[in-house]
């Protein structure tokens, strides 16, 4: 099994982080990147297993969103706390989700992940506008398994 590490370089790692701040200036929302190789349990299981293990219910209006790679099963998951999708239709990730494929199939993986952070940022604008006493409640760097 290769190694989470291999996946990004430390400057495309940075690109990601700088991408999530650049993201989270839209929104109160919280926009989190975990990267891992496979995993054995569902893909949504287990995104919401790191969601949990990350504490990513810790937010004030519940608005945190996880994207979840699996990067060797190539699967993704998006996946936002419940003050999210109290408020938004189902299909809320669509644009999101589909901003990503369109990289990840071209074999852009970096470009992928970034351009779905910056979407699911101005996603969460309508719902969850950048607010003058934001605090940043959850870490902004890239979290692996
Ligand atoms: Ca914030
Ligand atoms: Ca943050």
Known sequence: MSKVEDFLSAEEEQEIVLAIRQAELNT???IRVH????????HYQRALEVFQMLKMFNTQQQNAVLIYVAVE????VIYGDEGINKVVPENFWDATKNVMQ??????NFKQGIIKGVLK??????????????????????????
């Open 73 to 76: 099963d190539h699967k993704f």
């Open 35 to 42: 990267l891992e190789a496979t995993t054995l349990l569902p």
């Open 102 to 107: 369109e990289q990840f199939k071209q074999g």
């Open 28 to 30: 109160s929302g919280e």
């Open 120 to 145: 699911a940022g101005e996603e969460l604008k309508a719902h969850f506008p950048w607010q003058i006493n934001d605090e940043d409640e959850l870490s902004n760097e890239i979290s692996k398994g």
